[in-house]
């Protein structure tokens, strides 16, 4: 269930930014709280939206 929240996510940050795949991606990795989870089971965290 976390793929349509990252999706809605993305399009935040399209929408703030208006950068291309490369770049929302990394938007979304650099913006994300670390989790102490294995990253191997939480991916690079917790997402956040732009502010």
Do not use: C
Request: proline share 4%; aromatic share 8%; charged share 15%.
């Amino acid at each position: 269930m976390a793929t349509p929240h990252v999706a809605g996510i993305a399009a935040l940050w399209y929408e703030k930014t208006g950068q291309g795949a490369l770049e929302l991606w990394g938007n979304l990795t650099r913006a994300s709280f670390r989790l102490r989870a294995s990253s191997l089971d939480v991916g690079a965290g917790l997402t956040q939206a732009p502010q």
